[in-house]
């Protein structure tokens, strides 16, 4: 609706290329944003889309490729520099100082000044007057921003950067703490904004808020760009589809798993969950699963899946439902250590900063779930410590095969699979695991899906496997629970599982 | 995307044994200690001698070992500390506090050299010792206050507690058995380096031939991947505190009975930095995860060297204040990452200082 | 009006005056104007410092070397004074001098080389007390004509006095008021005591603040120490052993937040003062001895802690839905 075809884009990137360590952010990546338009940047974990902010913002260098802004060509070093050049940014994690006052953080750094002296009066009027006039919110604005919600945070961070005078404003997952009125709050200050003929780049995994609020999607998958659409021309299942995507690899040659008597009912559920909820994190669910069966969760990234995972292992106190754990005492399992001697077992999303114990060695981060369990006294020898390191990097195919090898220096497929080793070792009754093959190889990953299927198969292992590739979900599981905005908005058997019906379901709203 | 970089392996290679020594945690504080110890042997060679008087041991490397026995039980306790990401500033209180109240004990005793008496008392200083260490563990572990500022709240008070015991007096006693503690020697050797053997050899049992080094350095490395990993982390800061607190007590025991008398003020004055600073110098990072006891042994050794260099110098004894600032900015700088990468390559950290930034807390 | 975030300083404040009410009440002589400005004339240098360590634990660090700064100052001075010959009017300017370059080093220090403040402000404390010793082992006493004018005149106030340096030490704390609230130096303090990660990405000189942070606190140190020679007369590297505690104290007594960015200079002064109320209540009471002081200092120091780290808790509950997103 907005932008005007003959229009110069505000913003012209080319063929931009950057690379860190052992991965390759954005390979080639064209980007274009107009004035007047609000314009969506899709796509799952590791498509590229912060890389392509910091970029744009100034915090990461380029390798290759340019920054055209209205024309000339753009290089900035830091966010103050981006800044000058009119590009203003609102984090994901509002990043204003909640101490300072609301005022103080629309005007820090270019407070009104009189012989040095900050002209409090002055300032505090005008970011009155700016909320006021701008964004429709009266707040007072000497409180200290701590005192607001996020949703206010938000808005002051955006005050603050429309005031810096920007011709693009960026907004990384504004939303994703907001609730329903305050989004719609919020779209209203953004629709006024791109009425001004500010260019605005929306940075969100809520499908529903990009068809009501952009004019134009680009989407990124693995570090690349996949195309760039009208909003009004691209169907739904086309965008998740498109997002989610479909790697024509050696995971074809992995059998389907065939629908077989495995979850028969003769099965009791070992993991019962029933209006299992936390506030903010995910509202309540229901949900069983029985001996050697494969649930996968499927849902795009923020839906809930990874908090329902941190319920059921007792990560973070449930506030309602119940829980029952075949196995634990009647008071259920509320820590990760009651979950462990339960016998369950929990592979988290975010590897580095809760898997890997990145100083220990590959032996230590082996051993040392099942350690915990044993208490201080039944130490497990260091012979037999070096026989355990040594079965599962043979069996895990783990590289180097190194058992005395620092775990940092490992690759991150290597690295999930140390951690899976650990767990492997304590012989769960349900192995969960969150996001196992998130920027891994293709080899490790086809290498762990089939484990996952040995398992659950020849060791009647229960598996909860939660992905955002819905690819990888519909090949392992029995089973598929999809979740949507933190509800669990349905779940499908072995019989009625297909990608149409699954993308349905994840992209939710009147669908394609 | 494809993280395997084949470079990244080269680490896990067999190297030369020079690479290998020169790797070893052992290597840059026992070469500072070798050094310190043959620029001795240069100056006044009468250092290294060692005479037998009336069946004791007597010379500057004697010296160092019984007056370096307190700084090395503090800075095991330390270390323990250090390796959960914590730091205990309060040992010098308590220090002071278990000899403050070991004497108090003992000059109420009708017979100050009954050893009854004297065990009675120690067994008492040592309880409350390890209590305080239970607080600042309790503090540090349930409520989440940082430890600096946790263990900070005893240190203040601390001092007042001590002279509380001794009602602000330098509490003296005359009881054999309790100064053997500090001054007594067996075999030959000061008594209280056995003191510090027995509580390395203890320390070090605990945490190498149990599972508790585990979980200390798993606890210290990444304490949320640890309690998901199942350890129950904070048990084990609070062992780790009251160990720690156990550690100064018997030092506090060993200054005391040494000097036959408590001091609420002044013993164990510093003790704490030079406690930091031996860990630090013996490998072990303050920002937690791996640990160092010998490391750590060995860097309290050279601290106490090197105040004993000093002395036998002649220079001030004070001026070893100076020194040891120089020693700690050195180490640390070693440490420190950015001091690393600016010497490698400056120009480029400069040009995007906020990609600097946000890697660092990604 | 009184606002939510003034909340702690006005405890400190009303626990400064029930103190000292109780003090009036239960002590004949206690409640009189002079028992107030001995407060103020005892404890200037602890105020000068505790000023500038308000901004450095605003700022989100810490300084451990301020009491070997002070006894550096003494010591300096004294040995410039008496054994070099300098003149006064050239010695406080210089040991300023030297105080705020200290400081300006160990923030360069804590800044570039990411070294936490805790050790590089504890090799600036042993560094300071060594030098001392490097002048002197003993105390040098001071026998300059402008000293000795300066411990010994009173400034009266009707049938009340004060000392010069309880002036100095109200116009730093003018001045420091000032500076906390009016200049973009005090504003940026508090930005990166809050986040030091969003004062970054706001564009804020960060780096240049952080340096100018500790270099005030060592300027301040340095002018405690000149205020502490004034007071006692001499340079002596034992002086003001473990005064860093003491201002650590009466800091966060006086309400600002250890973990950074929140916090009053007047507040400090508040902490301050509740320190000397502690002590003159302990001479008044005349049983209790000295030590007293330290004990419920360290149990103020806990429940202030205690306190604040509810009140943290309370706000990260706040805003805790954020971060998991994050």
Redesign the interface.
Known sequence: MAQQTGAEPVLKLTNIHKGFPGVRALSGVDFRLFPGEVHALMGENGAGKSTLIKVLTGVYSIDEGTVEMEGKRLVVHSPQEAQGAGISTVYQEVNLCTNLSVAENIYIGREPRRFGRIQWKEMNRRAAQLLEERLHLRVDVTLPLSEYPVAIQQLVAIARAIDIKAKVLILDEPTSSLDRGEVARLFEVVRKLRGEGMAILFVTHFIDQVYEISDRITILRGGELIAEYKASELPRLELVSRMIGKELTMLDELPKTAGDSRMSDDHAAIVAASGLGRKGAIEPFNLSIGRGEVIGLAGLLGSGRTELARLLYGADRADQGKLHVEGAGKGGVHSPRGAIDAGLAFCPENRKTEGIIEDLTVRENIVVALQATRGWFKTISRKRQNEIAEKYIKTLNIHPPNPEQLVKNLSGGNQQKVILGRWLLTQPKLLILDEPTRGIDIGAKAEIQRLVMTLSREEGMSVLYVSSELEEVLRVSDRIAVLRDRVKVEEIGKEEMDEQRIMKAIAGGGGA | MTGDTKGRYATGKPTSWLNRTYKHHLFWPMALWMALLLFNLFYSPSFFKVVVREGHLYGSLIDILNFGAPLMLVAIGMTTVIATRGIDLSVGSVVAIAGALACQMISKGSDQNAVSLVIYAVVMALVLSIALGLWNGLLVSITGIQPIIATLILMVAGRGIAQLITDGQIITVSSTPYQYIGAGSLAGLPFSIFLVAIVFAISALLTRRTALGLYIESVGCNPEASRLAGIRAKTVMIIVYMFCGLCAGVAGLILSGNVASADGNNAGLWIELDAILAVVIGGTSLTGGRFYLTGTIVGALMIQTLTTTIYSVGVKPEVTLVVKAVVVMAVCLIQSEPFRKAIISRWKTRRYPAEREVTRHA | ML???HLPVAATIALFILMFMTGSFRYTGFFSAQVLFNLLIDNAFLLIVAIGMTFVIVSGG?DLSVGSMVALTTMLSAGLLQQGGWPAWAVIPFVLAVGALFGAAMGA?IH?????P???T??????A??????IS?NTITIDNGFYTDMAQTKIRFGDYFVSPSVIIALVVLVLAIYIA????FG??T??I???E????????PVARTKIMVYMFSGFCSALGGVVFTFYMLSGY?LHA?GLE?DA??ATVIGGTL??G??GYVFGTFAGVMIYGVIQTLIVFQGTL???????I???L??AF??LQ?LFT?R?DR?????????
């Open positions: 606002k939510r975030q810490i220090l570039y080389f990411k070294i936490q805790f050790i590089v504890l090799a600036g404390m042993f560094l007390r060594g030098l001392c010793y490097l082992i609230h009016y200049t973009r504003r940026t508090y930005a005591g809050g986040s990660q969003s004062a970054l990405l706001m564009g804020l590297g052993v505690l650590i104290a250890l973990t960015g929140v001895s000295s030590w007293w002081t330290r004990i200092i360290g149990i120091l806990f802690i205690v780290r808790m706000s706040k805003t805790g839905s954020v971060e998991k997103m994050a």
